[in-house]
């Protein structure tokens, strides 16, 4: 298993313990791929753009990445926006409450010498709201901060 695999893991854990109520999807990428059933209360934590980061420790190599974390749920009262917006809320809140958890948490990765030094800056985007289907999905993105042995 690769750095990345070990720090999605590791914070999945996390998640599982904070987003009771939701469930991992299949199709984390795809989210088009999931059934409507499996949207609701459904979340994604996945990898996304790094970068090499200079001046650290000899023999490692430390990469900024960022990995984001997804929560979709349906609205059920199309009519008005009240429940749309009660959902968004309960997202907002998860997210913040997720970069809290992961951030105290001292996540310990199985290999050694890969090491998560750091998670910080939290990014929400606009909240993507699919109407045909009563579903909000709510994206943040996470700055993570590991390294990993040279040899």
């Known amino acids: 298993m690769g750095i990345v695999e070990e720090i999605i893991v590791a914070c999945k854990d996390v998640l599982n313990t904070l987003l009771v109520d939701y469930h ?3 199709y984390e990428y795809l989210l088009g791929s999931n059934n409507e059933k499996e949207l609701h209360k459904g ?5 996304s753009a790094a970068s090499f980061a200079e001046g650290r420790a000899i023999g490692f190599t430390t990469i900024n ?3 984001t974390l997804t929560l979709i749920d349906d609205f059920q009262n199309k009519d008005s ?4 917006r009660s ?3 309960n997202q907002y809140k998860l997210l913040q409450d997720s970069l809290k958890e992961l951030q105290k948490s001292r996540l310990q990765l199985p290999t050694a010498g890969n090491q998560l030094l750091l ?13 045909d289907n ?5 994206r943040a ?10 040899n």
């Open 119 to 131: 998670i910080s800056g939290q990014n929400i985007d606009e909240a993507e709201v699919l109407e």
């Open 81 to 84: 926006d009240e429940a749309m």
């Open 87 to 89: 959902a968004l809320h």
């Open 134 to 138: 009563g579903i909000v999905v709510l």
């Open 24 to 26: 991992n999807i299949s």
């Open 141 to 150: 993105n996470f700055l993570l901060q590991y390294k990993y042995r040279n």
């Open 43 to 47: 979340y994604a934590f996945t990898a």
């Open 65 to 67: 990445q960022t990995f």
